[in-house]
């Protein structure tokens, strides 16, 4: 015997959050900016033309809110200032120090 059976619609796609949602962004001095993903004992930290680059969570931090994350070609701490919304990027090639705002 055979059963013929309507097949259920498919269920509709699960609404995309927006790909910017939960990132935080800083401006800062050299005319750079970035945005920051955090994760699990890592950032991702993308610069735009400068690219994109995966740190991951280092000793260091002179305060608890202070964070500090590093790679071989970039170190990034976070936390800094009064209100705990400046961050420094420490670039090794070529050598560039930023300072930058979380806006």
Known sequence: MLCACAAAPPAPAPATANPGAGLARYRCDHDIAFTVRHG???????????????LLRDAGGVTPQQTVYSSTGLKAEFGLGG?????VLRYAQPP???????E
């Not at 699990?40 to 995966?54: F, H, K, L, N, W």
């Open 40 to 54: 699990t004992d890592s950032v991702t930290i993308d610069a735009g033309p400068r690219g994109r680059e995966v």
């Open 96 to 102: 560039l120090v930023a300072h930058c705002v979380r």
């Open 83 to 87: 209100a705990g919304n400046e961050a």
